[in-house]
Every structure is written in C-alpha cells, then in structure tokens.
C-alpha cells in the first residue's frame, strides 16, 4: 500500500490557498443529494456536522452521552491557540507553525501544521460571533496568555473552562441544525462497525444504548471524530467513556492506524489515592505559569512538612535544569522530570509518587486574591478532591497520560486510506508529531470541523462518481451480525472478573511497560503479557444483564475488547520505533537523560495495516520532509 | 468507613421502582461518591447481578452527565458540588445514604439513577444560539465587549446542563437553566441581535416540555453546582417581558 498524503505543490504558505482554488465544488443545489455520517459531537464533531449542515448536505450526528453537549471536549481548561498577535509580541502564522513542528519533536506534517496555524485565526473570530464568552481586558478586547511552553501569549481563555464554552459553541451551532432539521441527532447511539462497499466508507452499524436495537445507516461520506484512545491506560485525564472503538474498528476494516504509540502524558495531574481510582484529574498547565515546581534535595526530607524545608533544601528541578523555560518546559520534559526525580526517592506525598507545585512566591508577588481570581477554581477542584487548601500548602502533582497523538491515518485532506472515510480532532494523528503542544488540541479540532473538511469533502463528492448504497446491502448485513454476534458472545462468557478489572490490569500493564519510558525489554514483555490478558477476558469476564435494555457493563466490555487489542499494537508501534521522540521516550536512546530521535532511520509516519485475526499487522510509512523548518535537536535549556 | 446504601433501582420506564438496601464496607474517605458506587456495582456483577445504572463522564464536575440526588438534594448538598466531585470524606462511618435519580415530568425516567434529559436540547434547539454560520464573520477583535458584561455572561455560560435546578424544584421548573443561557447570550453584543426571539423560542419550548412554573423559591440555586445566581431569572423575566412588548403574543 502506498500512502498518498496528497499534499498541494507550491510554497508553504501558499499551500492551502492554492489547494482551497484548486479543489472541485459542489453546486449548492446538489449537496441535498449527499449523505453524510458524522460519529462523535466533540470540538471537532460538533463542528464539522455544523459547518456541513449549514452548507446544505444531509447530515446525520452520533454521540454515545445523553446530549452532545457532555463531549470529552467539554473538559478542557486552558485555552486554545491562535496566531493573533494581538499583544504584539512577535507572533505570526509562521511562528505557530515553527513552534508546534518543534514542539512535535519534528515528526508532523509541515504542509498540515502551516494550515492549522494560518485557520487558527479565523477560529477565534467564528467563536466571538457564537458569542463564546472569552476573557476580555478592561478595553474591550480579549486577553491572552503564554501557555504550555510557549514564548508568546496566544492563548485565548474562557476562564478555567475554555474546553466547556468552545464546546457549547458548537454544540448550539448544532443545536440550530438540528432544530432546522437539517441535522437527525442521535445521542446515546453507539458505532460499533464501519462499512465498506467496493474500498469505499459507505455507512456504519450503531447499537442503540437505550433498548440495545442495532441498526446501519447509509451515507456518501462518514466522519469520525471519535476523539482520543487514552484509557487504553486506564487511568488517564480522560472522561470515562473516551474509547478506541469507533477508530479500532475503523483500523479493522482497512483503515491504517499511525503512530499509535504517540501519547502525551501531562506533567500536572492530582496523583492517585487508591486502588478505587476511577480517573485522573488534570490541574491545569496554566497553573505553571505561577506555580514553581520542587521537590526536597535530600530523600531524608520527604517525608518532611514543605513549610519546614528551606529554599535551600529544596530542588526547582525544571529552573535548575531548563533555565530558559524554567517551570514552562514543555509537557514531555517535564513529565519525564518528575518521574526522574521520584525515581531518585525524591518524589512526595503518598507512594512517593507526587511532586510539589508551590504558589507560595506567586501568593507573596501578586496577592493571595490575584491568584484566586487566576486560578480559583483550580484551587476548588483540588480542594475537594484531595481535601488540601493549596493556598496555604503547596499541590502535589504528578503525570498522567492525557492526550494521544496517533490515531488513524489521513491524508492532506482528512481522509484516511479508505476513500470517503474521514477522521477529525484527537482522532486523527494529523498536527502534533511526537508531542502535542498546549492549548493546540482545542485548535485542531476546530480547525478541522469549521474550516478543513468542509472544503475538502466537497472535492471527493464531486471528483467520485457516487455509487448509491442502501442499507439493504448484504455488507450491512454482515456488519449487524458481527455486531450481534460479538455481543452474544460478551453475555455468554459468564466468568469471574469484572471488565473493570482487566481493563484495570491492563492500564498497569501500558504504564509499566509502555508509560514514561520504554525499552526493548519492556515492550517485548507487554506484548507477551497483552494477548494472554486478552485471552483471559474473553474465558473469564463476566457481563451481567442483557442485551435488549440499557446495559452499562456490555458497553463497556466492548470497549475494553477493543482496548486489548489495540494496546497490543501501540506496543509494536513503540518498540518498532527504535528512537525517542516527544512522548516517545525509548531509554536506549537517550543523550544526557534527553530524548535522540533518529532521523535519518525514522523521519517518518508509520501507519498500520490490519491483516486479520491473529497475524500480525503490515507497517507502512510516508516520509516526512522537512523543507522549511531545519531539523534540530529539540532543546528548553 | 462502613456505610449502607438505600438506592433507587427501576428496571426500565414502565416498572414502578423501589429501594434496595447495600452495606458497603471498608469505603476510603479519598473515594468521590461515583467511585464508591462502581465498588458497589463490581461486587454486585461478581455476583452475577446488574450493576446499578448512573450517568457520568467527566468525573471532573463539568459534562453535567452525573446526576444524582443524595440524602434528599440534588449532587448531595455540598456548595458547588457536581457528585462525581463528592468525596467520601464528607459522611460519616455508618451512615445511611439514599440515592435517587432527578425526578420531574420532563425528565422521563430510564432505568435506576438515569433520566432522559433531552429537553434540555431540545430548548437549545429552539433558539440557544447566536445564528451565524461557519465563515464570514468580522475579526474577534472588532466589536470591544466590556470586560463586566463578558465576565457576567460567563457566570451564565458556565452553566453544565445537569438538571439538578429541576431536580430541585417543587415544580419542576427549568427556569434556572434557561434564564443561564438566555442572560449569556443577551449579555454578549453578539447575541444581543436576536435576543427577543431566543426569550419567546426558549421559554415557549420549556413550556411545551412540561416543565413547572417558578415560584422564586431559591431551591435551584441552592443546588446548582455552577452557582448560577437567581438574578439571572430576574433578567429572563426582563428579556421576556421585552420581547412581549415589542413582539406581541407568547
Ligand atoms: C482534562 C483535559 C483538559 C484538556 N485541556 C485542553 C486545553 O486546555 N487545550 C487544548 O487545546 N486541549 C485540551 N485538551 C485536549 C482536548 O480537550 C481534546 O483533545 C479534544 O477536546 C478532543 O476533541 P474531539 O472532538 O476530537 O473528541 P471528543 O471531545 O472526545 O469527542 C468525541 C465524541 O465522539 C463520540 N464517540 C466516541 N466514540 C463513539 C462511538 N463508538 N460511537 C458514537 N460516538 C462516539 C463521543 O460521544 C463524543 O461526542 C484537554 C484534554 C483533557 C482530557
Ligand atoms: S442552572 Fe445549575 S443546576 Fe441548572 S442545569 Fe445549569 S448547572 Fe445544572
Ligand atoms: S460526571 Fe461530568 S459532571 Fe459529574
């Protein structure tokens, strides 16, 4: 297989005008012909089944939540990117494009990563005219701030919320659809098989979680936005529904997986308490642009008050070791800092397994009620959840995956190797390479709805000759069998574990041997341990209940299935990726503790072909070049 | 700390219901209320018995998916509070704790702890938006919004949809949630365009709901975990009665 990116020829920055010129329309009379399936109602979901709505084509929307509205998006904290420049301090499309390739330790798409940063700014504009409530200066005009690493202040806010009220843009701008009834939505529906008639994406089979009724639906084009596979960790900062299902089984019938052992794991999380964890709460990185992170220099400390330690007992190990970046280091170096020095003993609090990060000097600069107008409600969240007054002591804080880079592979115009199957937002591995940079996500998913798929699907609707296909197709049949069949064969196991507890082993299992660090050995163990874990579920689960009522245990024993097999092939991708990039942290590959990418062996997209049952999958490539931005070793020191 | 648990379990929407007692043992304090049910509920599956059904996501206090009434108040009583966010520290060893779901006309019921709750989109639906399309729009810069009123519309914005307000509410009343969405647009200039249209839409569709009238009795805000300020209501009764005026008829 050959994996065209189709990237425009032509300058960089001229790439995508070029490209928009070049691609055909449809007449705005015909687009009421077209059908299309949009699974998922996140950032990017929303978006995009708005944005076609409105242009004409049919639409059809999927989320597995009660509303559209509770999408995973709806959690994110920090802001989202733009290259605005509205403070005027030297940032330009250019400079959004050169940070986030770098940030990506050089291994994204530069044509894809120059498009994202020129519609940035068009995104901030659609979200003010929704009347997104961004925060505002005493003028008028709205403010920004230096997030997650980077040097100027580009992010747009919405207090701690920003996720919640770009989300509830979309989802009212979906919500105008649907009340025009240009969009059918239905919530608490399920994809559980694409279908593919003659190599082409042309409908999905859905389980209706209410009454557990099974149906296909048949389109000219379907959409995921499916959002990111984190929990194949278990505990991650995810909601508890995020799943690889829609995309896994997507990868099943033809569509190649990359990079999937690219996972961001973000350096300010509550740490864990107990064996009853259910998830990880994320503190938001903007708390680093104040907060200062240490932990004791001496093991015998630990156990110590942080009141009762000095300054000069106490180790700022990110101001110490990236003087430049200081408590700003980007995500993956400061997550694998922390692990560092609670690998050394030095880590804090119970486990000790948790860094500190300290608003004491913040609280005496700027005032205790400046802080709290900044981060109050961070301080809240942490309050009730560990039940400690950050005001008065420091947080602790340690990593937690948060975000996956990989997902399926698209090409310059969304579509995955499978013609008339796209895939947007965390979904698609498209933007960040190795390592995704603060606040781009909220961007990227936007970029993508509002202002990428709407053009490019026009072009493959008018350059195909489209083939009707009815849901009477015998391959909607068979996808509605395999359905039935897999949730007939869930029920029967009647074993002695809870899904909850193999997907519970099998978190410990990634975070062990595929988490912070990787190597050789580890990995080759985990792909030991993974089919065995695997076969353990499917002899010994148990799923109560049935299948024709709502049935919260058989959802999520279908996608702990599903976990089980992809985590088996994120393992493959890490070990077959014999260098160390962004998140990607291979120990054999290291300079001073620092990750050494490989470039002239692994400049590349690695995309996974699907062959069956128990054989192992075809890896692909597509080279990455790199015409505008020089190759260099990532450094924040 | 051991506890036991009077919980609401209802098979489906026709079934009347009933109570089912849980002793739950050896809870650690660290544990949000919704991990102290899925403990509950993997006991309950090695035993071959359906786990109790409740909405959440999140966990983080946000998606407004979970929603649960606990010892008599919507999300537990604790002040901005959604309970996933409700942590086990705060009862005490061998309580009685009763767990119920949203209860009101317009949230039919599904099974045990989870209700349909999509009138809520549905009031949207009829007009809780600013209607522009993608593309087109003037640069985020170009009409100044002052600072109090873009920080007054996102203490409305931050509302998360949950229902507790409703919950809440002797009569069942959605006039908390809708008078959040209608104060946040109406206080934005972007919504100000349409803003009698979306009074009249929304209030007509809560309406046809078959949600209660407001009595200004306060329960809502008590319970909502957004903190979402009774004035807002106050304001919704001024948009509404702007929009008669101007408008004519309901
Ligand atoms: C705690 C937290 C904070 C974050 N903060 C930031 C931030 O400040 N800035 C930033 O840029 N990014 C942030 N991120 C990342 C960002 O929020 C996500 O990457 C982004 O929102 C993903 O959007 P999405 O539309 O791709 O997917 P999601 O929002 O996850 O939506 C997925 C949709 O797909 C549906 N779905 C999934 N599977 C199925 C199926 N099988 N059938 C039917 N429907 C299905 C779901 O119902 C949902 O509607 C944060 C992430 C987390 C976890
Ligand atoms: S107003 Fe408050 S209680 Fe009502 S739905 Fe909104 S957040 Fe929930
Ligand atoms: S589960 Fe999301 S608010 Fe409680």
Same mark, same amino acid.
């Given at each position: 297989?050959?994996?065209?990116?189709?990237?425009?020829?032509?300058?960089?920055?001229?790439?995508?005008?070029?490209?928009?010129?070049?691609?055909?329309?449809?007449?705005?009379?015909?687009?009421?012909?077209?059908?299309?399936?949009?699974?998922?109602?996140?950032?990017?979901?929303?978006?995009?089944?708005?944005?076609?709505?409105?242009?004409?084509?049919?639409?059809?929307?999927?989320?597995?939540?009660?509303?559209?509205?509770?999408?995973?998006?709806?959690?994110?904290?920090?802001?989202?990117?733009?290259?605005?420049?509205?403070?005027?301090?030297?940032?330009?499309?250019?400079?959004?494009?050169?940070?986030?390739?770098?940030?990506?330790?050089?291994?994204?798409?530069?044509?894809?990563?120059?498009?994202?940063?020129?519609?940035?700014?068009?995104?901030?504009?659609?979200?003010?005219?929704?009347?997104?409530?961004?925060?505002?200066?005493?003028?008028?005009?709205?403010?920004?701030?230096?997030?997650?690493?980077?040097?100027?202040?580009?992010?747009?806010?919405?207090?701690?919320?920003?996720?919640?009220?770009?989300?509830?843009?979309?989802?009212?701008?979906?919500?105008?659809?649907?009340?025009?009834?240009?969009?059918?939505?239905?919530?608490?529906?399920?994809?559980?098989?694409?279908?593919?008639?003659?190599?082409?994406?042309?409908?999905?089979?859905?389980?209706?979680?209410?009454?557990?009724?099974?149906?296909?639906?048949?389109?000219?084009?379907?959409?995921?936005?499916?959002?990111?596979?984190?929990?194949?960790?278990?505990?991650?900062?995810?909601?508890?529904?995020?799943?690889?299902?829609?995309?896994?089984?997507?990868?099943?019938?033809?569509?190649?997986?990359?990079?999937?052992?690219?996972?961001?794991?973000?350096?300010?999380?509550?740490?864990?308490?107990?064996?009853?964890?259910?998830?990880?709460?994320?503190?938001?990185?903007?708390?680093?642009?104040?907060?200062?992170?240490?932990?004791?220099?001496?093991?015998?400390?630990?156990?110590?008050?942080?009141?009762?330690?000095?300054?000069?007992?106490?180790?700022?190990?990110?101001?110490?070791?990236?003087?430049?970046?200081?408590?700003?280091?980007?995500?993956?170096?400061?997550?694998?800092?922390?692990?560092?020095?609670?690998?050394?003993?030095?880590?804090?609090?119970?486990?000790?397994?948790?860094?500190?990060?300290?608003?004491?000097?913040?609280?005496?600069?700027?005032?205790?009620?400046?802080?709290?107008?900044?981060?109050?409600?961070?301080?809240?969240?942490?309050?009730?959840?560990?039940?400690?007054?950050?005001?008065?002591?420091?947080?602790?804080?340690?990593?937690?995956?948060?975000?996956?880079?990989?997902?399926?592979?698209?090409?310059?115009?969304?579509?995955?190797?499978?013609?008339?199957?796209?895939?947007?937002?965390?979904?698609?591995?498209?933007?960040?390479?190795?390592?995704?940079?603060?606040?781009?996500?909220?961007?990227?998913?936007?970029?993508?709805?509002?202002?990428?798929?709407?053009?490019?699907?026009?072009?493959?609707?008018?350059?195909?000759?489209?083939?009707?296909?009815?849901?009477?197709?015998?391959?909607?049949?068979?996808?509605?069998?395999?359905?039935?069949?897999?949730?007939?064969?869930?029920?029967?196991?009647?074993?002695?574990?809870?899904?909850?507890?193999?997907?519970?082993?099998?978190?410990?299992?990634?975070?062990?041997?595929?988490?912070?660090?990787?190597?050789?050995?580890?990995?080759?163990?985990?792909?030991?341990?993974?089919?065995?874990?695997?076969?353990?579920?499917?002899?010994?689960?148990?799923?109560?209940?049935?299948?024709?009522?709502?049935?919260?245990?058989?959802?999520?024993?279908?996608?702990?299935?599903?976990?089980?097999?992809?985590?088996?092939?994120?393992?493959?991708?890490?070990?077959?990726?014999?260098?160390?990039?962004?998140?990607?942290?291979?120990?054999?590959?290291?300079?001073?503790?620092?990750?050494?990418?490989?470039?002239?062996?692994?400049?590349?997209?690695?995309?996974?072909?699907?062959?069956?049952?128990?054989?192992?999958?075809?890896?692909?490539?597509?080279?990455?070049?790199?015409?505008?931005?020089?190759?260099?070793?990532?450094?924040?020191? | 700390?051991?506890?036991?648990?009077?919980?609401?379990?209802?098979?489906?929407?026709?079934?009347?219901?009933?109570?089912?007692?849980?002793?739950?043992?050896?809870?650690?304090?660290?544990?949000?209320?919704?991990?102290?049910?899925?403990?509950?509920?993997?006991?309950?599956?090695?035993?071959?018995?359906?786990?109790?059904?409740?909405?959440?996501?999140?966990?983080?206090?946000?998606?407004?998916?979970?929603?649960?009434?606990?010892?008599?108040?919507?999300?537990?009583?604790?002040?901005?509070?959604?309970?996933?966010?409700?942590?086990?520290?705060?009862?005490?060893?061998?309580?009685?704790?009763?767990?119920?779901?949203?209860?009101?006309?317009?949230?039919?019921?599904?099974?045990?702890?989870?209700?349909?709750?999509?009138?809520?989109?549905?009031?949207?639906?009829?007009?809780?938006?600013?209607?522009?399309?993608?593309?087109?729009?003037?640069?985020?810069?170009?009409?100044?919004?002052?600072?109090?009123?873009?920080?007054?519309?996102?203490?409305?914005?931050? &509302?998360?949809?949950? *229902?507790? @307000?409703? !919950?809440? /509410?002797?009569?069942?009343?959605?006039?908390? +949630?809708? %008078?959040?969405?209608?104060?946040?647009?109406?206080?934005?200039?972007?919504?100000?365009?349409?803003?009698?249209?979306?009074?009249?839409?929304?209030?007509?569709?809560?309406?046809?709901?078959?949600?209660?009238? &407001?009595?200004?009795? *306060?329960? @809502?805000? !008590?319970? /909502?975990?957004?903190?979402?300020?009774?004035? +807002?209501? %106050?304001?919704?009764?001024?948009?509404?009665?702007?929009?008669?005026?101007?408008?004519?008829?309901?």
């Amino acid at each position: 297989m050959k994996l065209d990116a189709h990237i425009p020829s032509g300058p960089l920055t001229q790439k995508w005008d070029q490209h928009r010129f070049d691609m055909k329309l449809v007449n705005p009379a015909n687009k009421r012909k077209f059908d299309v399936i949009v699974v998922g109602a996140g950032l990017a979901g929303a978006s995009a089944a708005a944005s076609l709505a409105e242009l004409g084509y049919n639409v059809k929307c999927f989320c597995f939540q009660d509303s559209p509205r509770r999408a995973h998006s709806i959690a994110a904290q920090g802001g989202i990117n733009a290259a605005k420049n509205y403070k005027n301090d030297g940032d330009s499309v250019h400079r959004l494009f050169y940070d986030t390739v770098k940030g990506g330790d050089f291994r994204a798409r530069e044509a894809n990563v120059h498009r994202l940063a020129q519609v940035s700014v068009s995104i901030i504009d659609q979200c003010v005219a929704q009347g997104v409530p961004f925060a505002r200066e005493y003028g008028g005009l709205l403010d920004n701030r230096s997030f997650g690493g980077a040097q100027v202040s580009r992010t747009f806010y919405a207090r701690g919320q920003t996720g919640q009220q770009l989300l509830l843009g979309a989802y009212q701008a979906l919500s105008r659809q649907i009340g025009l009834g240009r969009v059918e939505m239905y919530p608490r529906t399920e994809m559980l098989e694409l279908v593919v008639v003659d190599g082409h994406a042309k409908g999905i089979v859905v389980r209706d979680l209410i009454n557990g009724v099974v149906t296909s639906h048949a389109a000219d084009a379907v959409v995921l936005a499916t959002g990111g596979y984190g929990n194949v960790f278990f505990l991650s900062t995810n909601a508890k529904g995020c799943n690889v299902t829609a995309t896994y089984r997507a990868h099943k019938m033809g569509a190649t997986f990359a990079n999937p052992c690219y996972t961001q794991i973000h350096p300010t999380c509550i740490p864990v308490s107990g064996d009853h964890q259910s998830k990880l709460t994320l503190m938001s990185e903007s708390l680093r642009n104040d907060g200062r992170v240490w932990v004791p220099k001496r093991k015998e400390d630990c156990g110590k008050t942080p009141a009762s330690i000095p300054d000069s007992d106490r180790d700022y190990y990110l101001e110490r070791k990236y003087p430049s970046f200081g408590n700003l280091a980007p995500r993956d170096i400061a997550s694998r800092a922390a692990k560092e020095v609670c690998d050394e003993g030095r880590g804090v609090g119970p486990g000790s397994l948790g860094v500190y990060l300290d608003f004491a000097d913040a609280i005496a600069r700027l005032t205790e009620p400046v802080v709290r107008e900044r981060y109050g409600n961070l301080f809240d969240m942490y309050e009730r959840i560990t039940g400690e007054n950050a005001y008065q002591q420091p947080m602790r804080i340690y990593p937690a995956v948060h975000y996956t880079m990989g997902g399926l592979w698209v090409d310059y115009n969304l579509m995955s190797n499978l013609p008339g199957l796209f895939v947007l937002g965390e979904a698609n591995f498209s933007d960040h390479g190795a390592n995704r940079l603060g606040a781009s996500a909220l961007m990227q998913g936007l970029a993508d709805g509002y202002f990428i798929l709407p053009y490019t699907i026009g072009h493959y609707f008018a350059s195909q000759k489209q083939t009707r296909i009815t849901t009477d197709h015998p391959e909607f049949k068979k996808a509605q069998e395999t359905v039935s069949a897999r949730t007939r064969r869930l029920l029967a196991v009647k074993g002695k574990r809870t899904a909850t507890s193999i997907h519970r082993e099998l978190g410990k299992l990634m975070w062990e041997h595929c988490g912070m660090a990787r190597s050789k050995e580890s990995l080759t163990a985990a792909l030991q341990k993974i089919p065995a874990l695997r076969e353990e579920f499917w002899s010994n689960v148990r799923v109560t209940g049935e299948n024709g009522s709502l049935n919260q245990d058989l959802e999520y024993a279908g996608r702990v299935a599903d976990f089980l097999e992809f985590g088996e092939l994120l393992c493959l991708d890490a070990l077959t990726r014999e260098e160390s990039c962004g998140g990607h942290f291979r120990v054999e590959h290291q300079e001073a503790g620092e990750c050494k990418r490989d470039d002239a062996h692994f400049s590349h997209v690695a995309a996974w072909e699907y062959q069956g049952e128990g054989k192992s999958p075809t890896r692909h490539i597509e080279p990455l070049t790199f015409d505008e931005v020089h190759l260099a070793t990532r450094s924040y020191k | 700390m051991n506890l036991t648990l009077k919980i609401w379990r209802q098979k489906d929407a026709k079934d009347i219901g009933g109570f089912e007692t849980h002793e739950v043992r050896e809870v650690n304090p660290d544990m949000s209320f919704l991990e102290m049910l899925d403990v509950v509920n993997e006991g309950l599956i090695l035993r071959g018995i359906e786990p109790i059904a409740f909405d959440s996501d999140c966990r983080e206090g946000i998606c407004g998916a979970c929603s649960l009434v606990i010892n008599g108040t919507a999300h537990g009583g604790h002040k901005a509070t959604t309970a996933c966010q409700l942590h086990m520290r705060k009862f005490s060893d061998g309580e009685t704790i009763t767990v119920e779901p949203w209860r009101a006309r317009a949230f039919p019921m599904v099974k045990d702890l989870v209700c349909d709750r999509s009138a809520f989109d549905r009031i949207i639906q009829a007009g809780g938006f600013v209607s522009v399309s993608t593309g087109g729009v003037p640069d985020a810069n170009a009409i100044p919004v002052a600072k109090e009123d873009s920080d007054q519309a996102m203490d409305a914005a931050q &509302c998360i949809g949950c *229902g507790a @307000c409703v !919950a809440a /509410c002797k009569n069942a009343s959605a006039m908390l +949630f809708v %008078a959040a969405k209608v104060s946040h647009l109406a206080l934005m200039p972007q919504g100000k365009v349409e803003r009698e249209r979306r009074a009249l839409n929304m209030v007509a569709q809560m309406d046809t709901e078959g949600f209660g009238a &407001c009595s200004v009795t *306060g329960s @809502c805000e !008590a319970v /909502c975990p957004k903190e979402i300020r009774l004035d +807002f209501i %106050a304001r919704l009764n001024r948009e509404y009665g702007r929009a008669l005026l101007h408008r004519g008829g309901g």
